[in-house]
Nanobody, 119 residues
Framework: QVHLVESGGGLVQPGGSLRLSCAAS????????VSWYRQAPGKQRELVAT???????DYADSVKGRFTISRENAKNAVYLQMNTLKLEDTAVYYC?????????????WGQGTQVTVSS
Protein backbone atom coordinates (compact mmCIF):
# COMPACT_ATOMS: atom_id res chain seq x y z
CA GLN A 1 0.00 0.00 0.00
CA VAL A 2 1.29 3.45 -0.95
CA HIS A 3 -0.16 6.71 0.29
CA LEU A 4 0.67 9.81 -1.76
CA VAL A 5 0.54 13.40 -0.53
CA GLU A 6 1.13 16.33 -2.84
CA SER A 7 2.26 19.75 -1.68
CA GLY A 8 3.72 22.96 -3.04
CA GLY A 9 0.79 24.33 -4.95
CA GLY A 10 -0.33 27.92 -4.69
CA LEU A 11 -0.95 31.19 -6.47
CA VAL A 12 1.75 32.50 -8.77
CA GLN A 13 1.98 35.17 -11.44
CA PRO A 14 2.61 34.29 -15.08
CA GLY A 15 6.29 33.65 -15.62
CA GLY A 16 6.76 32.51 -12.06
CA SER A 17 7.85 29.17 -10.65
CA LEU A 18 6.57 26.54 -8.26
CA ARG A 19 7.95 23.24 -7.06
CA LEU A 20 5.48 20.48 -6.34
CA SER A 21 6.35 17.57 -4.12
CA CYS A 22 4.81 14.13 -3.93
CA ALA A 23 5.63 12.32 -0.71
CA ALA A 24 4.97 8.59 -0.58
CA SER A 25 4.52 6.39 2.43
CA UNK A 26 4.92 2.64 2.22
CA UNK A 27 7.62 0.33 0.97
CA UNK A 28 9.21 -0.43 -2.38
CA UNK A 29 8.62 3.06 -3.74
CA UNK A 30 11.57 2.58 -6.08
CA UNK A 31 9.66 0.04 -8.17
CA UNK A 32 6.94 2.53 -9.02
CA UNK A 33 6.66 4.63 -12.13
CA VAL A 34 5.48 8.04 -10.96
CA SER A 35 3.57 10.60 -12.97
CA TRP A 36 2.13 14.04 -12.50
CA TYR A 37 -1.30 14.69 -13.97
CA ARG A 38 -3.37 17.83 -13.95
CA GLN A 39 -7.01 18.67 -14.34
CA ALA A 40 -8.30 22.12 -15.16
CA PRO A 41 -11.94 23.10 -14.54
CA GLY A 42 -14.19 21.60 -17.18
CA LYS A 43 -11.37 19.60 -18.75
CA GLN A 44 -10.22 16.03 -18.65
CA ARG A 45 -7.28 14.99 -16.53
CA GLU A 46 -4.09 15.06 -18.59
CA LEU A 47 -0.66 13.56 -18.18
CA VAL A 48 2.03 16.15 -17.51
CA ALA A 49 5.22 14.19 -16.82
CA THR A 50 6.42 10.69 -15.97
CA UNK A 51 9.56 9.32 -14.39
CA UNK A 52 9.93 5.56 -14.49
CA UNK A 53 11.57 3.35 -11.91
CA UNK A 54 14.58 3.25 -14.26
CA UNK A 55 14.72 7.04 -14.37
CA UNK A 56 13.35 7.47 -17.87
CA UNK A 57 11.46 10.74 -18.26
CA ASP A 58 8.75 11.96 -20.57
CA TYR A 59 6.79 15.22 -20.75
CA ALA A 60 3.66 16.50 -22.36
CA ASP A 61 4.49 18.78 -25.27
CA SER A 62 2.79 21.68 -23.50
CA VAL A 63 5.32 21.65 -20.64
CA LYS A 64 8.54 20.56 -22.35
CA GLY A 65 11.37 22.94 -21.59
CA ARG A 66 9.49 24.48 -18.67
CA PHE A 67 8.81 21.62 -16.25
CA THR A 68 11.28 19.16 -14.74
CA ILE A 69 10.35 15.94 -12.98
CA SER A 70 12.76 14.24 -10.60
CA ARG A 71 12.74 11.64 -7.86
CA GLU A 72 14.59 10.80 -4.69
CA ASN A 73 13.90 7.18 -3.85
CA ALA A 74 15.76 7.46 -0.56
CA LYS A 75 13.18 10.04 0.51
CA ASN A 76 10.22 8.36 -1.20
CA ALA A 77 9.61 11.57 -3.08
CA VAL A 78 9.01 12.87 -6.56
CA TYR A 79 9.15 16.52 -7.54
CA LEU A 80 7.85 18.69 -10.33
CA GLN A 81 9.75 21.92 -10.87
CA MET A 82 7.55 24.25 -12.87
CA ASN A 83 9.11 27.34 -14.44
CA THR A 84 7.80 30.03 -16.75
CA LEU A 85 4.28 29.27 -15.67
CA LYS A 86 1.41 30.25 -17.94
CA LEU A 87 -2.23 30.97 -17.28
CA GLU A 88 -3.12 27.66 -18.92
CA ASP A 89 -1.08 25.76 -16.34
CA THR A 90 -3.78 26.50 -13.80
CA ALA A 91 -5.16 23.17 -12.58
CA VAL A 92 -5.23 20.69 -9.76
CA TYR A 93 -2.06 18.63 -9.98
CA TYR A 94 -2.13 14.97 -8.98
CA CYS A 95 0.62 12.50 -8.27
CA UNK A 96 0.19 8.93 -9.51
CA UNK A 97 2.32 5.90 -8.67
CA UNK A 98 1.96 2.70 -10.64
CA UNK A 99 3.81 -0.60 -10.61
CA UNK A 100 3.45 -3.70 -12.75
CA UNK A 101 6.36 -5.75 -11.44
CA UNK A 102 4.60 -7.38 -8.52
CA UNK A 103 1.23 -9.10 -8.78
CA UNK A 104 -1.30 -7.78 -8.34
CA UNK A 105 -0.31 -4.58 -10.06
CA UNK A 106 -1.07 -1.39 -8.13
CA UNK A 107 -1.98 2.17 -8.91
CA UNK A 108 -2.28 4.97 -6.39
CA TRP A 109 -3.33 8.63 -6.51
CA GLY A 110 -2.79 11.56 -4.24
CA GLN A 111 -5.47 14.05 -3.28
CA GLY A 112 -4.12 16.82 -5.50
CA THR A 113 -2.70 20.29 -5.02
CA GLN A 114 -4.07 23.44 -6.60
CA VAL A 115 -1.87 25.54 -8.86
CA THR A 116 -3.28 28.89 -9.90
CA VAL A 117 -1.45 31.12 -12.35
CA SER A 118 -2.95 34.58 -12.37
CA SER A 119 -1.91 38.19 -12.65
Amino acid sequence: QVHLVESGGGLVQPGGSLRLSCAASGTLFSIYDVSWYRQAPGKQRELVATITRAGNIDYADSVKGRFTISRENAKNAVYLQMNTLKLEDTAVYYCNARQTILKPTSDYWGQGTQVTVSS
